[in-house]
């Protein structure tokens, strides 16, 4: 932008108030100059990005990919289903107006608590949604209210279980390792039934655990999912709740780097032990408490991370 400014003062005040004339070559030479940037800008390789919003003690995370499709895995919300926290239209969709991102073409509902599906309703009110994909469930009465605003708002529901595959473009898959098909939905284990899906970007991939606890990891390490697991980085299930992350299913996943999704709460997450656990195995991880929201970047080689608050 300074380059093209400078450009266009120079020809429309400086050259006609010192009587310079512009040569052919100099005007090859710009030409040249902006063949490159534009050059530059096509050849450079398509980068995958994540951000994992810091929506308290809930779970969001914003999906772009290098073709441009977006993707946003649950909203955050109030712990209690009674009480509106607001994240959804105070946090979630105000980030993404800010990232240019007036649609989605897609979003995911991990499973039917509240502090992750209530921010979903004002993002389907306010937004256009191509897509809500939801777990596979033998009763579906716990995803009503979701259900209903997306049939008033002519948004197809694609329910989603293990084995399936989410071609988001030609480069980007998500692989669905849980829950079960018409898995059931009891209101007591509504965590074990969490879309877990494993993101994927040429070399590199992101797992995304949901709430899923470790009745989930045990299965998932003694399945024929388990050649999914292996990720660059997990997000950590259950906001780092010591009911999940076993020290097997982490050894499997075998990530560098780890996300927790917190905030402020009475039930001890992230719990110490997996702290002490991520630590012992070298994984750096990022807690949205502290670091507030965390990026990610990958360009299909490699992946950068980073928080968005200095520890």
């Known amino acids: 932008v300074i380059a093209y400014y400078s450009v266009v003062l120079y020809l429309i005040w400086y050259a006609p108030l010192k009587g310079i004339r512009v040569k052919p070559k100099h005007v090859s ?16 390789p398509a980068c995958l990005e994540v951000v994992f919003l810091d929506v308290g003690q809930g779970d969001c995370a914003f999906i772009r990919t290098g073709s441009g499709r977006t993707v946003l895995i649950d909203g955050g919300g109030s712990n209690n289903p009674d009480v509106d926290s607001g994240v959804g239209e105070l946090t ?21 608590h509240s502090d992750h599906m209530q921010g979903l309703m004002d993002v389907m009110e306010i937004l256009s ?3 809500l994909i939801i777990p596979s469930l033998d009763d579906e009465a ?16 694609t329910r989603c279980s293990n084995g399936m595959v989410i071609n988001l473009d030609s480069r980007t898959v998500m692989h669905v390792l849980n829950p079960e098909a018409r898995c059931r939905a009891d209101e007591d284990s509504l965590n074990d039934t969490s879309l877990v899906l494993r993101l994927s970007y040429g070399k590199t991939s992101v797992l995304f655990m949901a709430d899923a606890e470790k009745t989930v990891e045990e299965r998932l390490v003694d399945s024929p999912s388990a050649q999914w697991l292996d990720a660059d980085v997990i997000k950590i299930g259950h906001h780092g709740s010591g009911t999940s992350t076993s020290e097997v299913f982490l ?9 927790i999704s917190t905030g402020r709460n009475n039930f001890g997450h992230p719990s110490k032990k997996v702290l002490r656990l991520l630590e012992d195995r070298g ?21 950068r991370i980073r928080g968005t608050i200095d520890e």
């Open 251 to 259: 050894e499997m996943v075998d990530p560098a780097a780890a996300v």
């Open 142 to 157: 716990c995803f009503a209210e979701l259900l209903e605003l997306a049939e008033s708002r002519g948004i197809p529901v």
């Open 283 to 303: 994984i750096k991880y990022f807690r949205t408490d502290e670091s507030g929201a965390v990026f990610l970047q990958s360009d299909g080689k490699r992946i």
């Open 92 to 112: 979630v969709v105000p980030f993404l107006l800010d990232s240019g991102t007036a649609s989605l073409d897609a979003v995911i509902a991990t499973h039917a």
């Open 129 to 131: 949604v191509g897509r």
């Open 29 to 44: 030479a710009v030409l040249l100059l902006a063949a490159a940037v534009c050059l530059m800008y096509v050849i450079r």
